[in-house]
């Protein structure tokens, strides 16, 4: 008799030494078979034994044009044999025990030379997986898999697999496409549950199922991928092809340069080209053939993504021997995206869309697949955008909706062609969708939905279907690919995600003005608004000037271009008059593309760059115009800032040094050679030590400017509605959102000033006085003052000065040492406290003066 022992332990934590165990020890070997001798001996007094169960149901994968695979697993050692035959009670044929792998938990004893699976697997895990080959092209086989006789699962119509069909156009073929399932949910529950009526419907059953990685949150362990995937998708996979990519959070215990770990334990995937393509020596990134369309799954995660290492170069060779009518891309990390991830900020991501994109087009790819972001997002017909930050402009084929309902399919030449234009769809939303950056200005859908993708591929169109997980289509589009497309330019003024930017300025008294600026920023482009709530159409009025704010309004906008072909999702902002306060102040958006500039250090100045700041190391100046200011001239500045999004993080030292443009009424930027840095400026000027851009989206706010625009609003010629310009140098990397990027993400300009002269508003200083008891029964005395902390302020000395009876003569100033600041200050005051005291010691009376006197210093 022989039982196994348990001596191992089942390991947790975040080491990462198992990893280091069974699909290496299998590779080391290769797939090792088990002698059938092994088993009879093993199995000999089988009747000692408990009766051996399924604890993972069998699934079928890694299908080709002639065999496929079935893998399964017992909480016992079992004969294990599987059968399969064309109809379900007729199973025929069998694989016998000895030319099935099997792979065992790491703990058991008495399994000499079997491969192990990985150190997350729970204790006691047989596993059984079972090629069958010599299968016909493009034909169901129904399969049971068996302990001896004994029947553990199939045998039904539901058991089956499908060989791959061949390269010729045929069949329609269906796909299901998600990503970022896995934390077996609800929402990840209805999303199946929604694709699976819509099958069922349309009466069109699935050939394969794509999937786009983080399938077994939270940590990818074995326990995980039960729970999460195999718990909830065991009824699909049993006869429906799983195609995976390994997403970070599978990383966490699974590693793809070594292939090991519980991703690489679940799944059996092409390293060998067995399935068509190029053998890449890697089942973390591999190629096969699915009809005429060749897929290629890449590891964003884990592989070295740079143009020389081994996944560019095998991916090269891949592609140049591929001849299939179709190609399409898939791996986790999308390479646009601002869902939950931003493709401009994080680095596979980039990498991904730098090294891997111009590899793929050059070889004609048709699509890309990512998850990674919770959200649906997918592009308009496009080639060439390598670009960081993603920008639309001059990389748009086709910018219409792709709806054969709408402005029409996307069309491509058939066959392959390098650089025909892609499409990228991010389906990472089948957990749900929690959070987005905002919008990229490639996309032409971004839903913020869960819910997945069903791909079609019908003749010579590919269908895309976005199903929520309530089941309902939220979106589709198509792509043909037929005859002979001419090559198209990209477009400069491509449709975008953004409706018009709705600005406000506001001025002193309240007054805010809204500015409505299209999208597209093109000749022709028009908006059209509505002030009530109602949704604006081509017959709502024709925006034309500033929109003056009188109580609360919501302001809905399109703008309409390309006579009217093209018309901007719909843009609302709420809009409320500022209280009327005693401060003056003006908030200017930046609102003219122009009125943004950088300049490189040989001079040349760009006044389109969809980024500005100090954008990169050739970088030395930039500049920000803010019109019509409505500063008097010799205006007290109280408090003067710039606010500025962040489009790309920025982690290096950045030391940066804020001018005002001193040429007369702040003349245009130019593009003239030096169009920045030969402009007169301020003698003044603001160090900013600038933070590390850790984040995106929000506003940052420069250090105080007071001085240098006091300087610029002092000078002789000054008028009150001439343009602020302000002129920074300086050394780090940092990109904020400019007009031409994002019109409403544009820097922002605030002044608060004073029309009194410095010395008079400084003489104006509020001074207060309390006494406190203290507990002994001691009077103090204490004195607050409210000073300007504007640049003028720092020119003047405060001394205060007491008196019993303010008689001539009797005013003597006192020691006031400062007690620290109040809160709560008026913007551009300083609210300080002093605790005073007599210079002579003596205490002060029951009356007492006290008054404050300014002085130049
Ligand atoms: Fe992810």
């Known amino acids: 008799m022989w039982r196994p022992v348990v001596v191992g332990r089942f390991l947790t934590g975040w080491g990462r030494p198992w990893l280091a165990s069974s699909k290496q020890s ?124 004994r029947l553990l699962a199939g045998g039904t119509d539901t058991y089956f697999l499908r060989t791959q069909p061949g390269a010729e156009p045929g069949r329609p073929l269906r796909f299901w496409v998600v990503g970022d399932t896995g934390d077996g949910g609800m929402i990840q529950r ?115 993504r740079g143009e020389a290492n081994r996944m560019a170069t095998w991916l090269r060779e891949d592609l140049a021997r591929n001849d299939a009518e179709w190609l399409i891309a898939f791996w986790h990390h999308p390479p646009y995206s601002k869902g939950s991830h931003h493709s401009d900020i994080e680095d596979q991501l980039v990498e991904m869309r730098e ?198 309004t919501i302001i809905r906008a399109i703008s309409v271009w390309r006579g009217g072909k093209r018309r901007s999702p719909i843009s609302s902002r709420v809009l409320e008059p500022a209280a009327p306060g005693p401060l003056r102040y003006a908030r200017i958006p930046l609102l003219h593309e122009e009125d943004d500039a950088i300049e490189s250090g040989l001079g040349i100045t760009d006044l389109h760059s969809p980024v500005v700041g100090i954008t990169s190391p050739e970088t030395s100046w930039f500049g920000l115009r803010f019109r019509d200011a409505g500063v008097p001239r010799g205006a007290t500045i109280l408090s003067s800032f710039v606010l500025m999004r962040p489009a790309l993080l920025g982690m290096d030292p950045a030391e940066w040094t804020v001018y005002g443009d001193l040429s007369a009424a702040g003349q245009p930027f130019t593009e003239d050679l030096g169009g920045l840095s030969s402009r ?55 990109s904020a959102s400019s007009f031409d990027g994002a019109a409403a993400g544009a820097p922002e300009f605030w002044v608060f000033y004073d029309e009194r002269d410095a010395l008079t508003v400084a003489s104006d200083a509020r001074l207060n006085a309390f006494v406190r008891i203290t507990t002994e029964g001691e009077r103090r005395l204490f004195a607050s003052l409210e000073i300007l902390n504007s640049a003028a302020a720092r020119g003047f000395a405060y001394t205060i000065e007491g008196s019993p009876s303010m008689a001539p003569g009797s005013w003597q100033a006192l020691n006031g040492s400062f007690a620290g600041p109040l809160p709560g200050a008026r913007p551009g005051f300083s609210h300080l406290v002093f605790e005073m005291s007599q210079m002579d010691g003596s205490a002060f009376g029951e009356k007492y003066f006290l008054r404050v006197v300014v002085a130049r210093q």
């Open 26 to 149: 299998a590779e080391l070997m290769g797939r090792s078979f088990l002698p059938l001798l092994f088993y009879i001996v093993l199995c000999g007094s089988g009747d000692l034994l408990a009766e051996a169960e399924l604890i993972r149901e069998p699934y079928v994968q890694l299908t080709t044009r002639s065999s496929g695979v079935v893998t399964w697993r017992t909480n016992e050692p079992i004969t294990p044999v599987l059968r399969y035959g064309v109809a379900p009670d007729n199973l025929t044929q069998s694989v016998a025990t000895g030319q099935i792998v099997t792979r065992v938990s790491p703990e058991l004893k008495g399994w000499p030379g079997v491969p192990r699976l990985g150190q997350t697997t729970p204790e006691g895990v047989y596993q059984y997986e079972v090629t069958i080959s010599g299968l016909e092209v493009d034909s169901k086989y129904y399969y049971g898999v068996f302990d001896g006789d």
């Open 190 to 304: 209805n999303g199946y549950a929604a694709m699976k009526e819509y099958v069922v419907e349309s009466g069109r059953p699935l050939d394969a199922f794509v999937h786009l990685g983080d399938m077994a949150y939270d940590d990818g362990m074995d326990t995980m991928f039960q729970a999460n995937f195999f718990d909830v998708y065991g009824g699909l996979i049993c006869n429906t092809v799983t195609w995976p990519t390994m997403g970070n959070h599978e990383g966490h215990t699974s590693d793809g340069v070594l292939g090991i770990g519980p991703y690489y334990d679940a799944f059996v995937l092409p390293e060998n080209g067995e399935a068509g393509g190029v053998p890449s020596g890697s089942e973390a990134y591999y190629s096969f053939d699915f009809g005429p369309i060749h897929f290629v799954c890449l590891n964003s995660h884990d592989e070295a």
């Open 680 to 734: 007169p400026r301020t003698t003044s000027g603001a160090l900013w030590n600038v933070s590390a851009w850790m984040g995106i989206g929000f506003q940052l706010t420069s250090p105080d400017l007071s001085e240098v625009v006091e300087e610029v609003v002092g000078q002789p010629d000054w008028v009150p509605d001439s343009a602020i310009g302000l002129l920074v140098s300086g050394v780090g990397e940092r």
């Open 355 to 552: 090294v891997m994109m111009p590899i793929l087009e050059e070889h004609g790819v048709d699509v890309v697949l990512a998850g990674h972001s919770h959200i649906y997002e997918r592009s308009m017909l496009m080639n060439r955008a390598y670009a960081t930050p993603t920008d639309s402009s001059g990389v748009i084929l086709d910018d219409g909706d792709g709806n054969a309902e709408g402005d029409g399919a996307y069309v491509k030449s058939a066959h392959k062609h390098p650089h025909g234009g892609t499409l990228a769809v991010v389906s990472g939303h089948g957990h749900g969708s929690d959070f987005s950056f905002g919008l990229s200005p490639v996309h032409r859908v971004s839903l913020k939905e869960g819910g997945s993708v069903i791909m079609d591929l019908e003749g010579d169109t590919l269908k895309f279907t976005m199903l929520n997980d309530e089941g309902i289509v939220r979106d589709e589009f198509q792509l043909i690919k037929r005859g002979v497309v001419e090559p198209r330019i990209p477009l400069n003024d491509p449709w975008s995600p953004f409706g018009p930017a709705i600005v406000a300025s506001q001025h002193t008294g309240g007054k805010v003005e809204a500015h409505l600026v299209a999208q597209p920023n093109v000749e022709d482009a028009i908006v059209h608004y509505t002030l009530d709530g109602s949704v604006p159409t081509m017959a709502s009025p024709i925006y034309e000037g500033p929109i003056d704010i009188g109580a609360p």
